[in-house]
Nanobody, 124 residues
Framework: QLQASGGGLVQAGGSLRLSCSASGRTLTSYTMAWFRQALGSEREFVAAIRRSGGTSYYADSVKGRFTVSRDNAKNTVYLQMNSLKPEDTAVYYC???????????????????WGQGTLVTVSS
């Protein structure tokens, strides 16, 4: 089970850091990702990081503002979100896969494990 935390209310231009941890599971074996879902919208890919932590991928809409990282010693994955915009408002989910391939990173259905989501609200 994955647990996402760190969401909250922030003004536009502000920052938040989301965390995703696991109980009973070692995240070092997983490609990890963040997705988000705004009200009335489909779930969309935000960022992903490979098992080694050496390579990360981003949606164009967050590139340069968000950074995904992992601390395997703490069994935790992070999403640092800077320069937040009102359009970043959504429920953010972390997800993991032990069998992910590069071409499927952005596809939510290819992830096996999901956190419960944490709400990020950015006010204008």
């Amino acid at each position: 089970q994955l647990q996402a935390s760190g969401g909250g209310l922030v003004q536009a231009g502000g920052s938040l850091r989301l965390s995703c941890s696991a109980s009973g599971r070692t995240l070092t074996s997983y490609t990890m990702a963040w997705f988000r879902q705004a009200l009335g919208s489909e779930r969309e890919f935000v960022a992903a990081i490979r098992r080694s932590g050496g390579t990360s991928y981003y949606a164009d809409s967050v590139k340069g503002r968000f950074t995904v990282s992992r601390d395997n010693a703490k069994n935790t994955v992070y999403l640092q979100m800077n320069s937040l915009k009102p359009e970043d408002t959504a429920v953010y989910y972390c997800a993991g896969s032990a069998t992910m391939i590069l071409s499927s990173l952005r596809i939510s259905a290819r992830y096996d494990y999901w956190g419960q989501g944490t709400l990020v609200t950015v006010s204008s």
